[in-house]
C-alpha cells in the first residue's frame, strides 16, 4: 500500500473532478496533481531525501492538503506540528526528529525568528500564506512554479510515512512513526465497517489537520474521491456557512465543536439539509446534544470513533445503528474490519466478559514505534499487540466500553492532555512545593485541566499566576482552566498522591462520559 495511489486512481478517473476548495481557491485533481508533483520536485531540489522530515506549521488549507500528497510523492515523512504547542514543544519536535524544511503560514509566520534561532538544523523555511512574505524563507508558490513536476518515487508499504507528536507521560510528546500501510490500512478498515466518507461526496476539515483524526479522515475521502472543502480553523459561523454554501456531506468534528454548533444562536438560521454524515472521537457525545444535533442536523447519522494515533488512529467504530439503541450510546464501539480488541489483564491474559482491563489491539495500522525511544515502543507494543493505556470492558456482542484512562489521560476539548507534562510545568514555579493535575467535569469542554496545589510555606500564588506561569512552557489547552489551593495531598502507603480521592468530589454525580 502507498498513500499516493489514490492520487493515480483519481487522476485515471475523474482528473476534472474538484479536489479542493479554499476561500475563492477551486482546484480540480489534474491542477492539484501537478501542483504536488512539482512541490515534490521543488523539496529535492532543496536536498530532502528519502526518509526525510518536513514539517509544517499551519491552520488548515488546501496547500496543507498538497503537502500531505508531495512529500510522500518524493519518498519523505511529514511531521504536521500541534498548532496549539508553545514555542518549547514546537522547538523540541523539529530538533528531535530532526526535520529539515517547515513549511508556515501567515498565522504563523511571527514564529520564524525564535524557531530559526533555536534549532538552527533547519536548512529552509517555506511560506504558504497569502500574505506578505516574510525575510529568509521561501515562496511555495514561486517553488511550485519554478519547478518542473517528478514522478512519483511509489514509496509505500512499510516504509516512513510520517511522525505525529503525540502528548508524552514523561513531560515530552513522543513522535508516533506510522508507515504507508499503517494509514492506508486503517482508512480501508474504516470505510469497510461504515461508509463514513462517500464517493464523489463533499468532506468538511474544520477539525485541525496537524490532527491524526483529520488526516485520517482526509485519507478516506482521498480513497473513495471525495472533494475536500476547507475552512482555516474551526468556528460554529464558519461551519455552518460551509456546510450551506457547499453542500458539505460529512464532517469529522468533535463533541465540543458539536455542542458549539448546535449552541449557536444561528444554527436555525442555516440549510443544513446536505449534511449526512458525522464523524466524531475523542469521547462519547452526551444524550442531551446528540439529541440537539440530530434536530440541527435532520439528514445526518453520527458515527463515533475511539483509537490513538499509535493505531493510525482508528480501532473501533459506533456505527449510526447503535446510536439509535441507547443502551449503546456510552460505547466506543467494535471493533473495525482492520483490527482486533481484546479486554486483558496485567499479564496480557484475555479477561472474561463484562471484567474491566486494558484495550489492546492488533491489525496492520499498529505504529512502527516511538521516535528514538525503542523502550517505550517495546513497551507499549508486546506480541504485536498495542496497549492503549485504557481500562475498558467488552460486553457479549463485542461492543467496547472504556471505563477508565490507565495512563491518567485528560481529554479536554477533543485534544488530550497527560497530567504529567502540566505537572512538570507546575512544578518549576517558584512558589509550588508539590502539585497533581486532573481532569474535572466542564459543560463546555467536556473535561478541563484542573491543578491541585500545595504551596512552599511562605509562599503566595493566585490561580491567574499559576495560568501565566504555564504559558511559556506548554500549549495553551494544557494550561490549568482552574485550580485549587490545599495543605496537602492524598497519599498512599507506597508514597503516591491518590488521584482519585481529588476527582472524587468533582465527579460524584456526574455523567463522566465513560461506563
Known amino acids: 500500500m502507498y498513500l499516493t495511489q489514490s492520487l493515480h486512481r483519481a487522476m485515471q478517473q475523474r482528473p476534472d473532478a474538484i479536489a479542493t476548495i479554499y476561500k475563492d481557491r477551486v482546484r480540480t485533481i489534474s491542477e492539484s496533481a501537478d501542483r504536488i508533483a512539482r512541490f515534490a520536485g521543488a523539496l529535492s531540489t532543496l536536498g530532502v531525501q528519502k526518509g526525510d522530515r518536513v514539517g509544517i506549521l499551519s491552520l488548515n488549507s488546501d496547500r496543507y492538503h498538497e503537502y500531505m500528497y508531495a512529500v ?12 496549539r504547542w508553545s514555542p518549547a514543544e514546537i522547538v523540541y519536535s523539529l ?26 538544523g533547519l536548512s529552509a523555511v517555506i511560506f504558504i500564506g497569502d500574505g506578505e512574505q516574510p525575510a529568509d524563507t521561501l515562496s511555495y508558490e514561486a517553488l511550485v512554479a519554478g519547478n518542473e513536476p517528478i514522478a512519483d518515487t511509489y514509496t509505500g508499504g512499510d516504509d516512513l510515512v510520517g511522525v505525529f507528536y503525540t502528548g508524552g507521560t514523561t513531560g515530552h510528546p513522543k513522535g508516533v512513526m506510522l508507515s504507508h500501510n499503517n494509514m492506508v490500512c486503517s482508512g480501508l478498515g474504516s470505510q469497510a465497517t461504515v461508509a463514513l466518507v462517500s464517493p464523489g461526496s463533499r468532506l468538511l476539515h474544520a477539525a485541525p489537520m496537524f490532527h491524526l483524526a483529520d488526516i485520517a479522515a482526509w485519507t478516506m475521502g482521498n480513497l473513495v474521491g471525495a472533494t475536500h472543502v476547507i475552512v482555516p480553523m474551526f468556528t460554529p459561523a464558519g461551519v ?3 456546510i450551506e454554501e457547499h453542500q458539505i456531506n460529512a464532517a469529522l468534528l468533535v463533541p465540543t465543536m458539536i455542542q458549539m454548533l448546535v449552541d449557536d444562536p444561528a444554527v436555525s438560521d442555516h440549510d443544513l439539509s446536505s449534511l449526512e454524515r458525522v464523524l466524531y472521537g475523542a469521547s462519547p457525545i452526551s444524550e442531551a446534544v446528540l439529541e440537539r444535533a440530530q434536530k440541527a442536523f435532520p439528514s445526518a447519522r453520527f458515527t463515533q470513533a475511539y483509537g490513538m494515533t499509535e493505531l493510525s488512529p482508528v480501532a473501533t467504530l459506533l456505527t449510526p445503528e447503535d446510536h439509535d439503541n441507547p443502551a449503546l450510546r ?25 471484567e474491566v482491563g486494558e484495550v489492546v489491539v492488533k491489525g496492520d495500522n499498529v505504529m512502527l514505534g516511538y521516535w528514538n525511544r525503542p523502550e517505550d515502543t517495546a513497551a507499549a507494543i508486546r506480541d504485536g499487540w498495542m496497549h492503549t493505556g485504557d481500562g475498558g470492558r467488552m460486553d457479549e456482542n463485542g461492543y467496547v466500553f472504556i471505563v477508565d484512562r490507565l495512563k491518567d489521560m485528560i481529554i479536554t476539548g477533543g485534544e488530550n492532555v497527560y497530567s504529567a507534562e502540566v505537572e512538570n510545568a507546575l512544578a518549576k514555579h517558584p512558589a509550588v512545593a508539590s502539585c497533581a493535575v ?23 500564588a493566585t490561580e491567574e499566576e499559576i495560568r501565566e506561569h504555564c ?20 497519599m498512599s502507603g507506597a508514597g503516591k498522591i491518590l488521584k482519585r480521592d481529588l476527582r472524587k468530589k468533582y465527579w460524584e454525580g456526574a455523567d463522566s462520559g465513560v461506563s
Open 95 to 120: 530538533q528531535e526528529s530532526d526535520t529539515k524544511v517547515l513549511l508556515v503560514d501567515d498565522a504563523f509566520a511571527p514564529a520564524i525568528a525564535p524557531i530559526r534561532a533555536a534549532f538552527p
Open 72 to 83: 510522500p510523492w518524493l519518498g519523505a515523512a511529514v511531521n504536521p506540528v500541534n498548532i
Open 240 to 242: 455552518l456557512k460551509a
Open 438 to 460: 486532573i481532569g474535572v467535569p466542564d459543560p463546555q469542554w467536556g473535561e478541563r485541566v484542573h491543578a491541585v496545589v500545595v504551596l512552599l510555606p511562605g509562599h503566595t
Open 330 to 354: 456510552r460505547a466506543a464501539g467494535r471493533a473495525c474490519a482492520h483490527v482486533e480488541v481484546r479486554i486483558v489483564d496485567a499479564d496480557d491474559n484475555e479477561l472474561p466478559i463484562g
Open 471 to 490: 504559558k511559556a512552557l506548554i500549549a495553551n489547552y494544557k494550561i490549568p482552566r482552574s485550580a485549587e489551593f490545599v495543605d496537602a495531598l492524598p
